[in-house]
């Protein structure tokens, strides 16, 4: 079964709050992960790969955990732009037909002055 | 380069009307696929397309229909409309299938059906 879970949200913040978001995948045999956002009526948007020894982008960490199949998304001085729904987002592995991606349902952030 | 894009962006229909919704990309992109979102549920994949000629289904795929004829497009059919499928639809292309590359996404196509 393709799964993907986050944390439930929504998570509310102040400015320059550090949050984190966790999330699960099923598929043992996964090798690709993703953090997405989606801001509201709009279409995802590539925020980060995930990769195994961990990766920062500016305030943005993103870690793997292929043992306990988790993946995280830190997020550090958190800004009010930085409101937005978080996808988590698992490749899936068909043999026959290649690859898909599958989202998470998101976790949504709303960072408040 | 538009990227993908997705038409139309809005639609209403009745229960049992047919239509199809049109995604193109310009990107030469191997890979495309279908999702629709809900409230609550996220984005759920529909059907996708490692190249032209090969589609598989994904998680929601009943009710739909696609094809792959070119590299270019991916249309999703809707041969039967149910009120069940009133959602946002998302087409999404990548360079290649899987995580090697990421999704672009088009704009959206809002659909209800009444």
């Known amino acids: 079964r393709k799964e993907v879970e986050q944390d439930p949200g929504p998570f509310n913040v102040p400015e320059g709050a550090t949050v984190a978001f966790n999330c699960t995948y099923s598929?043992?045999?996964?090798?690709?992960f993703f953090w997405y956002r989606q801001d509201c009526r709009k279409e995802p948007k590539l925020l980060m790969s995930v990769y195994s020894s961990g990766n920062e982008d500016g305030r943005f960490t993103a870690q793997l955990n292929r043992a306990s199949q988790y993946i995280s998304l830190l997020i550090r001085d958190s800004k009010l732009s930085d409101s937005a729904t978080y996808l988590c987002v698992v490749d899936y592995v068909n043999n026959q037909a290649g690859t898909a991606l599958i989202f998470g349902k998101g976790t949504t952030l709303s960072v408040s002055s | 380069n538009a990227g993908v894009t997705q038409t139309p962006k809005f639609q209403v229909l009745k229960t049992g009307q047919s239509m199809t919704l049109q995604c193109a990309q310009d990107m030469n992109h191997e890979y495309m696929s279908w999702y629709r979102q809900d409230p609550g549920m996220g984005l759920r994949l529909i059907h996708y397309s490692v190249g032209a000629g090969i589609t598989d289904q994904g998680e929601v795929p009943n009710g739909y229909n696609v094809s792959r004829s070119t590299t270019e497009d991916f249309p999703l059919r809707l041969l039967s409309a149910a009120p069940s499928q009133t959602s946002v639809y998302f087409c999404a292309s990548s360079y290649s299938g899987g995580g090697n590359s990421p999704l672009h996404f088009g704009n959206g196509t809002r659909l209800t059906v009444t």
């Open positions: 598929n043992s045999a996964s090798q690709s």
